[in-house]
């Protein structure tokens, strides 16, 4: 069972914008850091921006200035905004939680960003 499902991924040209959705299943969502994590082709996952409860936020350096990071504990979803955006910004895009203390992590299916004209 997926406790995690990401929506809002599609096809942008380089420059553009789009806005990524992740909602949680369960109503723990506030004690959990929520994450978005992204994979090319051949590439390793990396960390794209990271979120905690209390709203501190956490970037990779390639997207500090164009990607924000926020959440709704009310609706226990977490976005990421993506602005002009780059061709090598193409990948599948995963929300990412991860418990306070535990070692309890869940992962999205992914969703499909492609940046291309």
């Known amino acids: 069972q997926r406790q995690l499902v990401e929506s809002g991924g599609g096809l942008v040209q380089p420059g553009g914008s789009l806005r990524l959705s992740c909602t949680a299943s369960r109503s723990i969502f506030s004690i959990y850091t929520m994450g978005w994590y992204r994979q090319a082709p051949g590439k390793e996952r990396e960390l794209v921006a990271a979120i905690t409860g209390g709203g501190s936020t956490n970037y990779a350096d390639f997207v500090k200035g164009r990607f924000t990071i926020s959440r709704d504990n009310a609706k226990n979803t977490v976005y990421l905004q993506m602005n002009s955006l780059k061709p090598e910004d193409t990948a599948v895009y995963y929300c990412?939680?991860?418990?306070?203390?535990?070692?309890?992590?869940?992962w999205g299916q992914g969703t499909q960003v492609t940046v291309s004209s």
């Open positions: 990412n939680g991860k418990h306070n203390r535990l070692s309890l992590e869940y």
